[in-house]
């Protein structure tokens, strides 16, 4: 659905700013992809490429199988249609009432059945009987819906998401990832999120890519990219938790689980354990929708750690023994 292949900009200075680097990403129809990275990184600078308001220095951007930057002003006009924005702000026309904001896209391209298509999204985000409710009237939460049910008005392949939830507190933050997952199972629009916040990617993304200084440092599944706690991303999903200084004549094993389906995370590894002598100093538990990840601390006599090492990864578990 989307493909970046080579993509680089670069602006004019000195030195010149190098905003995104030679990026190759892809991301298939139906996917919820969180593209994660500090400030500077190059998501915004991404983004806008998306929705080609950048023109690429190099590479191309491919969405629904249209490269953007090769199109003719119309049918750039055209293909925008078929990607949806959503940003940090809500965004919405004060002076227009919920349903009339949802109903402003299609007014603009004189859609047919506006009313009949503005109460149907009005249901699917949870909004029935507010539409005639102001943005003033409604909560920051609700504001976000009514901007992602606009964002659906014209039946949109692409679903993009800027800092979608960076102003709202958890609890809301959790509702809104909740819809976009039912709006993305509904419908099946292709969803980018951007945001520098591992909640979202934990509570929402099929898939995660990290950007650093405009190049992608890692990507990949989430399931894949959790059984892998020694990378960036890894490790920020799921961090290993803190423990202190092993007893004398003990040492510590780092040991990363995720567990197959239907499987208590961790379960095996426990019992592992305990086949061995070795003692759980440590442990973290985390479920990121239908992966259950274990992250834990095993002590284990000195003198048995690297035959302890050698067992847990003959089952396939990330083990590796701490410094002393």
Do not use: W
Request: contains cysteine; glycine residues 8%.
């Amino acid at each position: 659905m989307i493909t970046l292949d080579g993509l680089t900009k670069v602006y004019p200075g000195s030195p010149p700013v190098h905003a995104l680097d030679g990026i190759d990403l892809e991301i298939p129809a139906g996917q919820i992809h969180g593209i994660v990275g500090q400030s500077g990184a190059g998501k915004s600078t991404l983004i806008r490429c998306l929705t080609a308001l950048e023109r690429p220095t190099s590479g191309s951007v491919i969405v629904d199988g249209e490269e953007l930057s090769a199109l003719s002003p119309r049918k750039l006009r055209t293909a925008r249609r078929a990607i949806g924005m959503v940003f940090q702000g809500a965004n919405l026309l004060d002076a227009r009432t919920a349903a009339q904001n949802i109903a402003f896209p299609l007014s603009i391209a004189k859609t047919e059945g506006r009313r009949e298509r503005v109460a149907e999204l009005l249901e699917l985000v949870g909004l029935a009987g507010r539409g005639n409710s102001y943005p003033s009237q409604l909560s920051g939460g609700q504001r976000q819906r009514v901007a992602i049910a606009r964002a659906l008005a014209a039946h949109p392949k692409v679903l993009l998401c800027d800092e979608p939830t960076s102003a709202l507190d958890t609890a809301t933050t959790d509702a809104i990832l909740d819809l976009i997952v039912k709006v993305r199972d509904e419908t099946g629009v292709t969803v980018l999120i951007i945001t520098h916040e591992m909640d979202v990617v934990r509570s929402a993304c099929d898939a995660v890519t990290l950007l650093e200084a405009g190049k992608v440092v890692q990507s990949g599944p989430v399931s894949t990219v959790v059984s892998q706690p020694d990378t960036r991303l890894g490790a920020s999903l799921v961090p290993t938790p803190q423990v202190a200084r092993a007893e004398p004549g003990m040492r510590h094993i780092d040991v990363a689980f995720t567990a197959l389906p239907g499987e208590p995370a961790g379960s095996r590894v426990m019992s592992m354990a305990a086949r061995m002598g070795a003692d759980v100093a440590a442990g973290r538990f985390e479920t990121l929708r239908d992966i259950q990840v274990a992250r834990l601390v095993l002590a284990v006599p000195a003198d048995l750690a690297e035959q302890a090492v050698g067992r847990l990864r003959a089952e396939g578990v990330s083990a590796t023994e701490r410094a002393v």
